[in-house]
């Protein structure tokens, strides 16, 4: 029995085969389908043949055959950013003019804030670390409870010490802050060596 192949109106793109029982259905013909595999690609009737054409669609079962899925293909347009989410074909045919196949990289700047959050965090981080130690000497690694009881010990020997100790680290650390503020670029950022005088 013959294999009826169907198509869509007014495109004319394939969309199933089936036996014709004898009698076709309509928008069929039995022309015999372009060979497989067609990826990124699609029959299309035109001019009463058969042509592959481009097809960049998710292909999923059970709406496509086994041997006829695929991915698709993501893209982006002019404009869009790497937050943007990718875009996907819903329908034969090649990419929109422009279209890109990798997401758009990030701008300088937006590279240049995610620098200073980095290196912000380090500064605080280091302060922390620092004003610690200083408190802690020669303890390792001090808990928050060796750091509270030895902050208070030093307040009642030392009160102008304890208060040069911090003030030292603070301003230390408000000026790698500025610095950061002041960065215009990711190197710029990355090169400020983070360190404290314990």
Request: aromatic share 8%; with cysteine; glycine share 4%.
């Amino acid at each position: 029995m013959a294999i009826a192949h169907r198509y869509t109106r007014p495109d004319q793109y394939y969309i199933n085969s089936d036996e014709d029982y004898g009698c076709p259905p309509y928008n069929s013909t039995p022309d015999a389908l372009p060979p497989r595999p067609w990826k990124n690609q699609w029959p299309q009737r035109v001019d009463g043949k058969w042509v592959l054409v481009e097809d960049h669609r998710q292909r999923e079962e059970p709406h496509f055959a086994a041997e006829d899925v695929q991915p698709g293909t993501e893209y982006w347009l002019p404009g869009d950013t790497h937050l943007s989410p990718a875009r996907r074909m819903h329908t034969p045919g090649p990419l929109p003019g422009g279209a890109l196949t990798e997401r758009p990289a990030k701008t300088d700047a937006e590279l240049l804030a995610e620098a200073k959050v980095t290196k912000t965090a380090e500064i605080t981080a280091g302060y922390d670390a620092a004003v610690a130690a200083s408190l802690t000497m020669p303890t390792a690694s001090p808990t928050a409870q060796d750091v509270t009881i030895s902050a208070a010990a030093f307040a009642a020997e030392d009160a102008e010490g304890l208060a040069y100790v911090m003030q030292t680290h603070a301003t230390h650390r408000d000026e790698l802050l500025a610095a950061v503020a002041a960065a215009t670029t990711v190197v710029a950022v990355q090169d400020l060596v983070v360190s404290y005088a314990v």
